[in-house]
Each structure stands twice: as structure tokens, then as C-alpha cells.
């Protein structure tokens, strides 16, 4: 049972760190503490809601370790110089994607990577957030409403989106 | 038709995010594209959620098929005997769900015994899944590669599919199966006669142990059943053990090697 949700604890913990190893070693950590707390666990509950909060948990206590303003430079550093044509068919690569991601605020970005990258149902997802489903839709609506102007989506004119 | 228009009309902003996602019913669904073909915006809205969610995919999903970092299955599965039994009373449910319940029989007298069981279930699993003409397997041998992936994944375990070729057996494709309390494997092979041998591998016995090539046979079905360590392997097909016991010994090198 546990050992079949390790592939998506891994892919729940590489969209929140990104680095392989940081994202390998919360994954790490998450089933140790869940292994530890299973008696806290009921069968009832679907198993991977409840370990996603626990690996989300430790990836916020391990990123408050580290200060914002760090972390700010640490991400513009990693910026992709824009040398693909601004054309429609670039313009939605995973690279630029997960750029503009990066620049919402923490809440948005969290409910953008919960819903996008997860097969969890929208109500597991605000339950590992902690926030009512009707929050984590109107955050979801706001990340995606400024993706789109990110990515150069929003106000395209229609000639922009004919495939070439 | 003025019914219909008030529930186009209501198509809520949170309703088109679902409908993006792929998590709204097939009847809100079907409302929500009729919507669209009156909304353009609307619609390029849509399509856009969905091309960020492709790109997400592109970029995260690979990680599924990534063999598992050792020391995470080594955590989950040298855990304590106590913590198990929520698991396994899950798994259980979960047998009964799929109503694979096979009987263990066991061989002779005596009480069951691991390669009694590992023979009984390649025996069951090639009587079910042997005649299937259009879903013998659910990986097909074109897509080996991935087949090998998925199982190590499930299995937690590094798979590899042993080649029967020199047999005359060609891999038709394989499933995920059931052992105990956790995935199992079954490979299917055919030879030039439509004949066809399956695999049965489970990785989740009990007791290791090491035990040689046994043939059973139960029913039509001749079985070859060994165990290595905690694996457990099950060759099953409507064969002597004359035909059996080579094919055996041609994996049993494979997968020591």
C-alpha cells in the first residue's frame, strides 16, 4: 500500500523542491513520519491526501529555514533568458511555465501545483492546504488568471493563435 | 430549449476550471462544452488552463516511471510488523473488491505451504488469463520497457522480463497481479504454436527462503514453482515438466545473472 504512493509522494515533493535529491530527502523524511504516526492514521481516510499534508508540512518547515529575500534571488538567478521566439507554440513550455509559477504568491502557487500536478480531487487538495474547497478555487483562478498574462496568453489577438 | 439556455447561462468560472481539469461529471461536462462553443473567450480560457497543465505534466509526470530510491522501499518495507496491519486490512478490502479470493489448496496433506501457494496461483492466474483473445495482458509487449518500469515501481523492486526466445516463447506482455498484501506480477509468452506459459512472480512472501524448481501439476495446468529470498516465482502452462523445467531454468539464470 505505502509503497505504491512513494511515485507520487515523489512527484508532489519534485514540483514543491525541484532539486531531485531536496525532493527525494522530504519524501524520505514524510514516510519516516508517517510510518511513525500510522496509528494516527483511519482507513477510512484515503491514504494520500493524508501524506501529502505530511510532505508538504516538512517542505514548508524546511523552506522557512531560509530567508525570502535569499530565496527571491535564488529563483530570478534561475530565470531562462527569453531566447525562444515569443510565438504561441513556445510560449507554454514546462521551463516558462514553472518560471512564471515561481512568481505568484506562495498561496496561488501552491493551489496551482496541488490541482495541476496532483490527481488529487479539488476537495483533497484544499484539505492538504488546509483551506475551505471555495478558497483553494478562487486562488486557483487567480494563479491562473496571471499565468496567463505571464505567459503572454491573455491578450493575445486572435491572429496569434492560428497554428503555423 | 429555455431550460437549456438558463443552464448554459450558469456555467460557473469554478465549473470551467473543472471542466479544464477533467473533474466535472459527464452531464455537467457535456453543459460546459455546449457553453463553449457559444463563448469563445471563454473557451481559449479553457484551452489555455489546459495547455499549462500539459506543461506541467511534461515536466513532472516522467517522474512516475522513475525506479524508486532504495532507501525509501527499504524504509516502507522493513517497517515494524505492528504498523502493517492497518495496510493489510486495506489490501484485504481491497481483495474482496476485486474478488480475486483464489482458494489455497494445498498439495498433498499438510498445511499450505509457500511454493504450495506460489503454484496455485500460476496455475489460477494462467487458467483465467491464458484464453483471453483481445485482453491477454494489460502491457503489451511493445511497450516492454515501460512494462519493466511499472512493475519495479509497483513491486518495489528492480523487474527485469527474462527472455524465453531460445525456447521458442515470445513476451506477449504482462499485468500488475496480487500476492499477499501487496503487487505481484504475472508475464505472459507464446511460441509459434499459439501455446502460451505465464510467468507469476510475487515479492512479498513471508519467510525467505531458497527452494529448487518444483512441478506440480494441478488440473491441465503443469506448474514449475521455486522461491528466492522473499521472491516467490510460478511457471504455469499446459505443459509436461520435460518442457517446463528448461524454460525454469532459463529464467532462474536470467534473473540470477
Known amino acids: 500500500m505505502l509503497i505504491a504512493e512513494i511515485p507520487h509522494l515523489r512527484r508532489f515533493a519534485r514540483s514543491l523542491a525541484r532539486d531531485p535529491d531536496a525532493a527525494d530527502d522530504l519524501v524520505q523524511s514524510c514516510l519516516e513520519r508517517a510510518l511513525s504516526r500510522f496509528h494516527l492514521w483511519r482507513p477510512e481516510r484515503r491514504l494520500r491526501p493524508w501524506l501529502f499534508t505530511m510532505l508538504r508540512n516538512l517542505h514548508v518547515d524546511t523552506v522557512r529555514h531560509r530567508s525570502t529575500a535569499r530565496a527571491g534571488e535564488q529563483r530570478s538567478a534561475e530565470v531562462v533568458p527569453l531566447t525562444q521566439r515569443a510565438g504561441q507554440e513556445d510560449s507554454v513550455t514546462a521551463r516558462r511555465v514553472l518560471d512564471a509559477i515561481d512568481r505568484l504568491p506562495v498561496e496561488q502557487r501552491d493551489a496551482v501545483l496541488m490541482v495541476c500536478v496532483n490527481d488529487l480531487t479539488y476537495g483533497e487538495a484544499a484539505e492538504v492546504l488546509g483551506v475551505p474547497p471555495g478558497t483553494l478555487m478562487s486562488r486557483l483562478h487567480r494563479a491562473r488568471t496571471k499565468l496567463r498574462e505571464q505567459l503572454g496568453l491573455a491578450e493575445d489577438a486572435p491572429s496569434l493563435r492560428q497554428v503555423k | ?257
Open chain 2, 1 to 257: 430549449m429555455a431550460a437549456m439556455n438558463e443552464n448554459r447561462s450558469s456555467v460557473t468560472t469554478e465549473e470551467l476550471h473543472a471542466y479544464a481539469d477533467g473533474r466535472l461529471p459527464p452531464e455537467r461536462a457535456e453543459l460546459v462544452e455546449a457553453y463553449l462553443l457559444d463563448h469563445p473567450a471563454r473557451a481559449a480560457e479553457v484551452e489555455d488552463y489546459r495547455r499549462i497543465n500539459r506543461a506541467l505534466g511534461e515536466a513532472f509526470d516522467s517522474v512516475l516511471d522513475e525506479p524508486l530510491p532504495a532507501a525509501q522501499v527499504a524504509l516502507v518495507q522493513n517497517r515494524p510488523r505492528r504498523l502493517a496491519a492497518p495496510f493489510m486490512a486495506a489490501a484485504a478490502g481491497l481483495l474482496l473488491g476485486i474478488g480475486l479470493t483464489w482458494s489455497v489448496q494445498t498439495l498433498g496433506s499438510g498445511p499450505p505451504t509457500a511454493l504450495g501457494q506460489l503454484s496455485e496461483t500460476s496455475a489460477a492466474a494462467y487458467t483465467v488469463f491464458a484464453p483471453e483473445v483481445r485482453h491477454p495482458v494489460e502491457v503489451r509487449a511493445a511497450e516492454a520497457g515501460h512494462l519493466s518500469a511499472w512493475l519495479s515501481n509497483r513491486m518495489g523492486m528492480s523487474f527485469r522480463i527474462p527472455r524465453l526466445g531460445d525456447l521458442g516463447f515470445e513476451l506477449v506482455g504482462g499485468r500488475l497481479m496480487i500476492g499477499d498484501h501487496s503487487p505481484a506480477a504475472l508475464l505472459m509468452y507464446e511460441n509459434a504454436d499459439g501455446r502460451r506459459l505465464v510467468l507469476y512472480v510475487r515479492n512479498d512472501l513471508t519467510q525467505r527462503g531458497d527452494s529448487a524448481p518444483v512441478y506440480t501439476r494441478a488440473r491441465d495446468t503443469g506448474v514449475v514453482s521455486w522461491i528466492s529470498g522473499e521472491t516467490g516465482y510460478g511457471l504455469a502452462g499446459g505443459f509436461s515438466e520435460g518442457e517446463l523445467l528448461p524454460a525454469a531454468r532459463l529464467v532462474q539464470a536470467q534473473l540470477s545473472s
